[in-house]
């Protein structure tokens, strides 16, 4: 199993300060896992059930954040994701921090600071839009020009 990316790592960060609430720590997760959820990049767990939720996710009803602490208890392995995700997010992950920081956190103070807000969420979905078209072009066969 390839985990990705876990809240726990960011809570025994420096930069994660002790007066901001412990969910700051999946705001960047969760707002991935909800692009994947909406572009159907998400897997299925074995004996699980995560239609409820996930649909939860796509009407907006709970973040990703939230979807991540209550349903994955805080981690992300490539393995939740499905076949297309898996390998976008082995293509990507290591750089959506990056991405992540220059969209939403550069006047912050951490990246922590980041609200967990649609607007913050809809920002990122476009910058993982284009990663995932620029992704998907690369993987084209030479021979497919379409």
């Given at each position: ?6 809240t726990s ?53 709970i ?84």
């Amino acid at each position: 199993m390839t985990k990705l990316d876990d809240t726990s790592w960011h809570l025994s960060s420096e930069e994660f300060s002790e007066d901001l609430p412990e969910e700051n720590s999946a705001t960047h997760i969760g707002m991935f896992v909800a692009w994947a959820i909406h572009n159907d990049l998400w897997g299925e767990i074995p004996g699980g059930d995560w239609a409820g939720p996930m649909q939860q996710v796509r009407k907006h009803e709970i973040s990703g954040s939230r979807f991540v602490l209550e349903q994955c208890d805080g981690k992300l392995f490539s393995e939740m994701l499905n076949e297309k995700g898996a390998l976008f997010a082995g293509w990507y992950y290591d750089h959506y921090t990056k991405d992540y920081q220059c969209t939403l956190a550069q006047d912050l103070e951490s990246d922590y600071h980041v609200s967990d807000t649609r607007e913050n969420y809809e920002r990122m979905a476009g910058v993982l839009s284009a990663k995932y078209k620029k992704f998907t072009l690369r993987r084209k066969p030479w021979w497919k020009f379409w």
